[in-house]
Protein backbone atom coordinates (compact mmCIF):
# COMPACT_ATOMS: atom_id res chain seq x y z
CA UNK A 1 0.00 0.00 0.00
CA UNK A 2 2.77 2.55 0.99
CA UNK A 3 4.46 1.46 -2.22
CA UNK A 4 1.29 2.74 -3.96
CA UNK A 5 0.50 5.58 -2.39
CA UNK A 6 4.68 6.70 -3.34
CA UNK A 7 4.33 6.00 -6.61
CA UNK A 8 0.68 8.34 -6.76
CA UNK A 9 2.21 10.96 -5.11
CA UNK A 10 5.23 10.88 -7.37
CA UNK A 11 2.92 11.08 -10.05
CA UNK A 12 0.64 13.84 -9.09
CA UNK A 13 3.51 16.02 -7.86
CA UNK A 14 4.89 17.46 -10.72
CA UNK A 15 1.72 18.54 -11.95
CA UNK A 16 1.63 21.44 -9.48
CA UNK A 17 5.94 22.13 -9.92
CA UNK A 18 8.36 20.72 -12.79
CA UNK A 19 11.66 21.71 -13.50
CA UNK A 20 11.77 22.16 -17.27
CA UNK A 21 15.46 22.18 -16.93
CA UNK A 22 17.30 19.40 -19.35
CA UNK A 23 18.97 16.76 -17.09
CA UNK A 24 22.76 16.61 -17.27
CA UNK A 25 24.00 12.92 -18.99
CA UNK A 26 26.87 10.46 -17.66
CA UNK A 27 29.88 12.17 -17.94
CA UNK A 28 31.23 10.54 -21.26
CA UNK A 29 35.44 12.02 -21.33
CA UNK A 30 37.67 13.09 -19.00
CA UNK A 31 37.59 16.14 -17.98
CA UNK A 32 40.58 18.31 -16.33
CA UNK A 33 40.14 21.91 -14.92
CA UNK A 34 43.66 23.20 -14.87
CA UNK A 35 45.66 25.75 -12.89
CA UNK A 36 43.12 26.56 -10.55
CA UNK A 37 43.44 27.23 -7.04
CA UNK A 38 42.19 23.38 -5.18
CA UNK A 39 40.55 22.95 -2.02
CA UNK A 40 40.92 19.63 -0.79
CA UNK A 41 39.34 20.02 2.12
CA UNK A 42 41.74 17.15 3.53
CA UNK A 43 44.49 18.24 2.04
CA UNK A 44 44.79 21.89 2.27
CA UNK A 45 44.93 24.42 -0.77
CA UNK A 46 46.98 23.48 -4.15
CA UNK A 47 47.39 26.75 -6.03
CA UNK A 48 47.55 26.33 -9.67
CA UNK A 49 46.73 22.74 -9.27
CA UNK A 50 45.31 20.62 -12.15
CA UNK A 51 42.30 17.88 -11.08
CA UNK A 52 40.80 15.67 -13.61
CA UNK A 53 37.98 13.21 -13.28
CA UNK A 54 37.08 10.02 -15.38
CA UNK A 55 33.77 8.19 -15.27
CA UNK A 56 32.62 10.17 -12.58
CA UNK A 57 35.21 9.44 -10.29
CA UNK A 58 38.22 12.00 -9.58
CA UNK A 59 41.24 10.43 -11.10
CA UNK A 60 43.85 12.76 -10.89
CA UNK A 61 45.26 15.83 -8.20
CA UNK A 62 48.18 17.50 -9.25
CA UNK A 63 50.31 20.52 -8.37
CA UNK A 64 51.34 23.69 -10.16
CA UNK A 65 55.24 22.45 -10.49
CA UNK A 66 53.98 18.29 -11.30
CA UNK A 67 54.97 16.45 -14.27
CA UNK A 68 51.39 14.61 -14.90
CA UNK A 69 49.84 13.20 -18.52
CA UNK A 70 46.08 13.56 -19.10
CA UNK A 71 44.14 10.99 -21.57
CA UNK A 72 43.94 12.06 -25.55
CA UNK A 73 40.09 13.04 -25.51
CA UNK A 74 40.29 14.92 -21.95
CA UNK A 75 38.29 18.27 -22.25
CA UNK A 76 40.23 21.04 -20.83
CA UNK A 77 38.85 23.72 -18.53
CA UNK A 78 40.83 26.66 -17.75
CA UNK A 79 40.31 27.18 -13.99
CA UNK A 80 43.32 30.66 -13.93
CA UNK A 81 41.83 32.90 -11.40
CA UNK A 82 39.11 30.47 -10.39
CA UNK A 83 38.94 28.03 -7.37
CA UNK A 84 37.68 24.36 -7.27
CA UNK A 85 35.76 22.92 -3.99
CA UNK A 86 33.99 19.58 -3.24
CA UNK A 87 29.92 20.28 -3.70
CA UNK A 88 28.29 21.73 -0.45
CA UNK A 89 26.23 19.23 1.32
CA UNK A 90 22.60 19.99 3.68
CA UNK A 91 22.90 17.37 5.91
CA UNK A 92 19.54 18.02 6.95
CA UNK A 93 16.68 18.67 4.30
CA UNK A 94 13.49 18.15 3.08
CA UNK A 95 14.87 19.64 -0.34
CA UNK A 96 12.89 17.15 -3.02
CA UNK A 97 10.00 15.96 -0.62
CA UNK A 98 8.21 19.32 -0.25
CA UNK A 99 7.32 21.49 -3.14
CA UNK A 100 4.68 24.09 -2.55
CA UNK A 101 4.22 23.94 1.81
CA UNK A 102 0.52 25.13 1.36
CA UNK A 103 -0.42 22.32 -1.47
CA UNK A 104 -0.35 18.92 0.38
CA UNK A 105 -0.12 16.89 -2.63
CA UNK A 106 3.48 18.44 -3.05
CA UNK A 107 4.46 17.26 0.35
CA UNK A 108 5.94 13.77 1.10
CA UNK A 109 7.96 14.41 3.74
CA UNK A 110 5.43 13.33 6.34
CA UNK A 111 4.20 9.48 6.24
CA UNK A 112 0.98 8.67 7.28
CA UNK A 113 1.15 7.09 11.15
CA UNK A 114 3.82 7.58 14.06
CA UNK A 115 5.59 4.11 13.36
CA UNK A 116 6.64 4.23 9.80
CA UNK A 117 10.09 3.00 9.69
CA UNK A 118 10.02 1.33 6.94
CA UNK A 119 9.09 4.54 4.46
CA UNK A 120 12.43 5.68 2.68
CA UNK A 121 12.35 8.99 2.24
CA UNK A 122 14.74 8.43 -1.27
CA UNK A 123 11.74 6.88 -3.24
CA UNK A 124 9.51 10.13 -3.23
CA UNK A 125 12.15 12.52 -4.00
CA UNK A 126 11.08 14.34 -7.18
CA UNK A 127 13.95 14.63 -9.41
CA UNK A 128 11.78 17.91 -11.14
CA UNK A 129 11.28 19.73 -8.00
CA UNK A 130 12.01 23.46 -9.20
CA UNK A 131 14.06 24.06 -5.92
CA UNK A 132 16.63 21.47 -6.85
CA UNK A 133 18.40 24.04 -9.43
CA UNK A 134 17.88 26.66 -7.68
CA UNK A 135 19.40 24.83 -4.42
CA UNK A 136 22.29 23.49 -6.85
CA UNK A 137 23.13 27.15 -8.40
CA UNK A 138 24.89 28.08 -5.04
CA UNK A 139 26.92 25.18 -4.83
CA UNK A 140 24.98 22.52 -2.56
CA UNK A 141 25.09 19.80 -4.86
CA UNK A 142 23.84 17.11 -2.42
CA UNK A 143 21.90 16.88 0.48
CA UNK A 144 20.81 14.64 3.46
CA UNK A 145 17.06 14.11 2.74
CA UNK A 146 15.45 13.58 6.37
CA UNK A 147 11.67 12.59 6.94
CA UNK A 148 9.39 14.34 9.40
CA UNK A 149 6.57 13.57 11.44
CA UNK A 150 5.66 10.97 13.86
CA UNK A 151 7.65 9.64 16.25
CA UNK A 152 9.48 7.22 13.74
CA UNK A 153 8.91 8.63 10.70
CA UNK A 154 11.33 6.23 8.39
CA UNK A 155 14.39 5.94 6.82
CA UNK A 156 16.63 9.49 5.54
CA UNK A 157 18.93 9.07 2.44
CA UNK A 158 21.68 11.53 0.60
CA UNK A 159 21.10 12.34 -2.54
CA UNK A 160 22.71 14.20 -5.28
CA UNK A 161 20.78 17.01 -6.74
CA UNK A 162 20.93 15.87 -10.82
CA UNK A 163 19.67 12.43 -12.19
CA UNK A 164 16.40 11.80 -13.84
CA UNK A 165 14.86 9.79 -11.53
CA UNK A 166 15.34 9.23 -7.63
CA UNK A 167 17.55 5.80 -8.21
CA UNK A 168 19.86 8.01 -9.93
CA UNK A 169 20.11 10.36 -7.28
CA UNK A 170 20.54 8.06 -4.81
CA UNK A 171 23.79 8.04 -3.06
CA UNK A 172 22.50 6.35 -0.28
CA UNK A 173 19.04 5.01 0.00
CA UNK A 174 19.41 4.43 3.98
CA UNK A 175 21.82 6.73 5.69
CA UNK A 176 19.73 6.01 9.07
CA UNK A 177 16.51 5.28 10.97
CA UNK A 178 15.22 8.81 12.03
CA UNK A 179 13.37 9.08 15.52
CA UNK A 180 11.57 12.27 16.70
CA UNK A 181 12.40 11.83 20.61
CA UNK A 182 9.18 13.39 22.20
CA UNK A 183 9.78 16.75 24.45
CA UNK A 184 8.11 17.07 28.11
CA UNK A 185 7.83 20.66 27.77
CA UNK A 186 5.63 22.20 25.22
CA UNK A 187 4.97 26.12 24.86
CA UNK A 188 1.82 27.70 26.27
CA UNK A 189 -0.26 30.24 24.65
CA UNK A 190 1.53 33.16 27.11
CA UNK A 191 5.16 32.62 25.59
CA UNK A 192 5.64 30.14 28.84
CA UNK A 193 6.16 26.04 29.18
CA UNK A 194 4.37 23.64 30.71
CA UNK A 195 4.55 19.79 31.18
CA UNK A 196 3.70 17.52 28.07
CA UNK A 197 1.97 15.13 29.69
CA UNK A 198 1.91 12.31 26.57
CA UNK A 199 5.75 12.89 26.18
CA UNK A 200 6.78 10.02 28.49
CA UNK A 201 4.01 7.15 26.64
CA UNK A 202 5.08 8.66 23.27
CA UNK A 203 8.89 7.66 24.33
CA UNK A 204 7.77 4.47 25.82
CA UNK A 205 5.98 3.70 22.49
CA UNK A 206 8.87 4.14 20.95
CA UNK A 207 11.07 2.36 23.17
CA UNK A 208 8.53 -0.52 22.43
CA UNK A 209 8.66 -0.27 18.96
CA UNK A 210 12.59 -0.70 19.07
CA UNK A 211 12.65 -3.91 21.84
CA UNK A 212 9.45 -5.68 19.56
CA UNK A 213 11.71 -4.97 16.46
CA UNK A 214 14.69 -7.23 18.62
CA UNK A 215 12.96 -10.14 19.73
CA UNK A 216 11.27 -10.06 15.98
CA UNK A 217 14.88 -10.52 14.24
CA UNK A 218 16.27 -12.64 17.06
CA UNK A 219 13.29 -15.25 16.61
CA UNK A 220 13.50 -15.01 12.77
CA UNK A 221 17.46 -15.50 13.10
CA UNK A 222 16.27 -18.53 14.89
CA UNK A 223 13.22 -19.43 12.42
CA UNK A 224 13.50 -18.49 8.70
CA UNK A 225 10.17 -19.66 8.30
CA UNK A 226 8.54 -16.67 10.09
CA UNK A 227 6.62 -14.56 8.60
CA UNK A 228 8.25 -11.25 7.31
CA UNK A 229 7.20 -8.09 8.76
CA UNK A 230 8.19 -5.56 6.90
CA UNK A 231 7.82 -2.61 9.24
CA UNK A 232 10.33 -4.88 11.85
CA UNK A 233 12.63 -5.61 9.10
CA UNK A 234 13.15 -1.73 8.63
CA UNK A 235 14.69 -1.89 12.44
CA UNK A 236 17.25 -4.46 11.18
CA UNK A 237 20.37 -1.88 10.56
CA UNK A 238 19.71 -0.01 13.59
CA UNK A 239 19.63 -2.62 15.55
CA UNK A 240 22.55 -4.39 14.50
CA UNK A 241 24.44 -1.21 14.27
CA UNK A 242 24.92 -1.12 10.73
CA UNK A 243 23.26 2.32 10.56
CA UNK A 244 22.83 5.05 13.46
CA UNK A 245 19.33 6.28 14.34
CA UNK A 246 19.52 10.00 14.22
CA UNK A 247 17.03 11.64 16.48
CA UNK A 248 15.61 14.89 16.53
CA UNK A 249 16.03 16.86 19.75
CA UNK A 250 16.89 20.42 21.02
CA UNK A 251 15.63 20.58 24.60
CA UNK A 252 18.74 19.40 27.13
CA UNK A 253 16.50 17.77 29.14
CA UNK A 254 15.49 15.78 25.42
CA UNK A 255 18.67 15.23 24.51
CA UNK A 256 19.94 14.04 27.80
CA UNK A 257 17.04 11.36 27.62
CA UNK A 258 17.50 10.81 24.34
CA UNK A 259 21.06 9.66 24.28
CA UNK A 260 20.30 7.26 27.98
CA UNK A 261 18.04 5.59 26.06
CA UNK A 262 19.81 4.99 22.61
CA UNK A 263 23.01 4.04 25.16
CA UNK A 264 20.70 1.81 27.06
CA UNK A 265 19.21 0.01 23.83
CA UNK A 266 23.02 -0.65 22.09
CA UNK A 267 22.43 1.38 18.88
CA UNK A 268 24.43 4.14 17.43
CA UNK A 269 23.06 7.74 17.73
CA UNK A 270 23.50 10.83 15.77
CA UNK A 271 22.00 13.94 17.15
CA UNK A 272 19.81 16.00 14.65
CA UNK A 273 19.18 20.02 15.91
CA UNK A 274 21.10 19.79 19.44
CA UNK A 275 20.61 23.72 20.22
CA UNK A 276 21.57 22.55 23.89
CA UNK A 277 24.33 20.33 22.80
CA UNK A 278 26.74 22.62 25.19
CA UNK A 279 24.99 22.21 27.96
CA UNK A 280 25.29 18.32 27.86
CA UNK A 281 29.29 18.04 26.69
CA UNK A 282 30.51 15.32 28.70
CA UNK A 283 27.21 13.38 27.82
CA UNK A 284 28.04 13.09 24.08
CA UNK A 285 32.05 12.86 24.27
CA UNK A 286 31.65 10.02 26.74
CA UNK A 287 28.97 7.87 24.15
CA UNK A 288 30.77 9.61 21.15
CA UNK A 289 27.56 10.73 19.47
CA UNK A 290 27.78 12.74 16.22
CA UNK A 291 25.57 16.15 16.64
CA UNK A 292 23.99 17.67 13.33
CA UNK A 293 23.95 21.54 14.06
CA UNK A 294 20.42 22.87 12.50
CA UNK A 295 22.21 26.37 11.49
CA UNK A 296 23.11 29.71 12.99
CA UNK A 297 20.37 32.00 11.39
CA UNK A 298 17.95 31.66 14.48
CA UNK A 299 17.03 33.43 17.70
CA UNK A 300 18.22 32.20 21.00
CA UNK A 301 15.72 30.22 23.17
CA UNK A 302 16.45 30.73 26.17
CA UNK A 303 15.43 34.13 27.99
CA UNK A 304 18.90 34.44 29.63
CA UNK A 305 20.79 33.70 26.56
CA UNK A 306 22.70 35.92 24.59
CA UNK A 307 21.63 36.84 21.55
CA UNK A 308 24.46 35.95 19.46
CA UNK A 309 24.56 32.23 21.29
CA UNK A 310 23.01 30.76 17.95
CA UNK A 311 25.80 32.10 16.26
CA UNK A 312 28.54 30.86 18.25
CA UNK A 313 27.15 27.33 18.84
CA UNK A 314 29.46 25.75 15.67
CA UNK A 315 33.01 27.76 17.12
CA UNK A 316 32.29 26.17 20.64
CA UNK A 317 31.52 22.35 19.21
CA UNK A 318 35.11 22.90 17.23
CA UNK A 319 36.70 23.44 20.40
CA UNK A 320 34.87 20.69 22.49
CA UNK A 321 36.24 18.10 19.92
CA UNK A 322 33.00 16.17 19.32
CA UNK A 323 32.86 15.15 15.94
CA UNK A 324 29.64 17.77 13.91
CA UNK A 325 28.81 19.26 10.90
CA UNK A 326 26.26 22.06 10.22
CA UNK A 327 23.31 21.90 8.24
CA UNK A 328 20.46 24.79 7.66
CA UNK A 329 18.06 25.75 9.24
CA UNK A 330 16.47 27.48 6.79
CA UNK A 331 13.41 26.14 4.81
CA UNK A 332 13.63 23.68 1.90
CA UNK A 333 13.28 26.09 -0.72
CA UNK A 334 16.46 28.30 0.72
CA UNK A 335 18.71 25.25 1.03
CA UNK A 336 20.61 27.12 -0.79
CA UNK A 337 21.82 29.91 1.48
CA UNK A 338 24.06 26.96 3.64
CA UNK A 339 27.58 28.35 2.76
CA UNK A 340 25.93 31.63 4.56
CA UNK A 341 25.16 30.07 7.96
CA UNK A 342 28.29 28.72 7.98
CA UNK A 343 29.81 32.50 7.03
CA UNK A 344 27.53 33.66 9.99
CA UNK A 345 29.28 31.08 12.44
CA UNK A 346 33.26 32.27 10.94
CA UNK A 347 32.12 35.97 11.86
CA UNK A 348 31.35 34.74 15.39
CA UNK A 349 34.60 33.13 16.26
CA UNK A 350 34.81 29.76 14.02
CA UNK A 351 37.63 29.00 11.93
CA UNK A 352 37.51 29.56 8.31
CA UNK A 353 38.37 25.93 7.22
CA UNK A 354 36.83 24.55 9.94
CA UNK A 355 33.71 25.99 8.72
CA UNK A 356 33.70 24.96 4.99
CA UNK A 357 34.54 21.07 6.23
CA UNK A 358 31.41 21.57 8.66
CA UNK A 359 29.18 22.04 5.59
CA UNK A 360 31.64 19.33 3.05
CA UNK A 361 33.51 16.31 4.52
CA UNK A 362 32.03 16.45 8.04
CA UNK A 363 28.67 16.34 6.85
CA UNK A 364 29.57 13.40 4.22
CA UNK A 365 31.06 11.71 7.41
CA UNK A 366 27.89 11.99 9.64
CA UNK A 367 25.78 10.57 6.76
CA UNK A 368 28.05 7.59 6.20
CA UNK A 369 28.94 8.61 3.04
CA UNK A 370 32.78 10.05 3.86
CA UNK A 371 34.48 7.73 1.75
CA UNK A 372 32.43 8.85 -1.79
CA UNK A 373 32.19 12.77 -0.83
CA UNK A 374 33.22 15.71 1.13
CA UNK A 375 36.36 16.35 -0.34
CA UNK A 376 38.68 16.72 -3.47
CA UNK A 377 40.28 12.99 -2.84
CA UNK A 378 41.23 10.32 -5.91
CA UNK A 379 38.75 8.10 -6.13
CA UNK A 380 35.80 10.10 -4.49
CA UNK A 381 32.54 11.07 -6.85
CA UNK A 382 33.89 14.07 -9.06
CA UNK A 383 30.73 16.18 -7.04
CA UNK A 384 32.32 19.14 -7.15
CA UNK A 385 32.13 23.07 -8.04
CA UNK A 386 34.76 26.09 -9.89
CA UNK A 387 33.51 29.46 -8.41
CA UNK A 388 35.16 33.26 -9.23
CA UNK A 389 35.97 33.07 -4.98
CA UNK A 390 35.57 32.33 -1.26
CA UNK A 391 31.68 30.40 -1.28
CA UNK A 392 30.55 31.48 2.24
CA UNK A 393 31.24 35.06 0.46
CA UNK A 394 27.85 36.43 -0.84
CA UNK A 395 29.56 38.09 -4.16
CA UNK A 396 30.99 34.34 -5.25
CA UNK A 397 29.60 32.88 -8.18
CA UNK A 398 29.42 29.22 -9.01
CA UNK A 399 30.55 29.18 -12.91
CA UNK A 400 30.07 25.25 -13.17
CA UNK A 401 29.11 22.06 -11.18
CA UNK A 402 29.79 18.57 -11.27
CA UNK A 403 27.70 16.06 -10.16
CA UNK A 404 29.35 12.67 -10.21
CA UNK A 405 31.08 13.88 -13.41
CA UNK A 406 27.90 15.17 -15.18
CA UNK A 407 28.31 18.57 -15.93
CA UNK A 408 24.71 20.43 -14.62
CA UNK A 409 23.07 23.21 -16.13
CA UNK A 410 23.28 25.77 -12.95
CA UNK A 411 19.89 28.25 -14.34
CA UNK A 412 16.75 28.04 -12.54
CA UNK A 413 13.67 29.63 -12.69
CA UNK A 414 14.84 32.65 -11.16
CA UNK A 415 18.05 33.17 -12.88
CA UNK A 416 15.80 32.78 -16.02
CA UNK A 417 13.35 35.26 -14.44
CA UNK A 418 16.10 37.72 -13.59
CA UNK A 419 17.44 37.61 -17.35
CA UNK A 420 13.69 38.11 -18.65
CA UNK A 421 13.61 41.89 -16.54
CA UNK A 422 16.65 42.80 -17.14
CA UNK A 423 15.82 42.28 -20.68
CA UNK A 424 13.06 44.43 -20.33
CA UNK A 425 15.18 47.05 -18.63
CA UNK A 426 17.63 47.09 -21.59
CA UNK A 427 14.64 47.50 -23.94
CA UNK A 428 13.52 50.45 -22.00
CA UNK A 429 17.51 51.56 -21.90
CA UNK A 430 17.31 52.05 -18.62
CA UNK A 431 19.88 48.88 -18.75
CA UNK A 432 22.86 47.99 -21.14
Not at 46 to 57: K, L, N, Q
Not at 211 to 230: C, F, G, K, V, W
Not at 359 to 382: P, R
Not at 398 to 423: C, M, N, T
Request: include cysteine; charged fraction near 25%; glycine fraction near 10%.
Amino acid sequence: MIRILSSITLVATPAFAQDLTPKAGPQRAPVAILDATLHTIDRGVIPGGTIWFEDGVIRGIHGASEDFALPEDTRRINGRGLHVYPGLIGANTTVGLQEISSVRATRDENEVGDMTPEARAAVAVNPDSTVIPVTRQNGVLTVGVIPAGGLVPGRAAVMQLAGWTWEEMAIEQDCGLVVQWPSRSTRSRRGGRSENDGADEQRQQIDKAFREARAYLEARANDSNLPTDIRLEAFGPALRGEKPVMIRADQLEQIQSAITWAVDLGVRPVLLGGRDAMLCLDLLREHDVGVVITGTHRLPKRRDAAVDEPFRVPARLAESGLRWCLASSSPFYNERNLPYHAATAVAHGLDHDTALRAITLSAAEMLGVGDKLGSLTVGKLATLMITDGDPLEYTTRVRRAFVSGRDVDLSSKQSRLAEKYREKYRQMGLIR
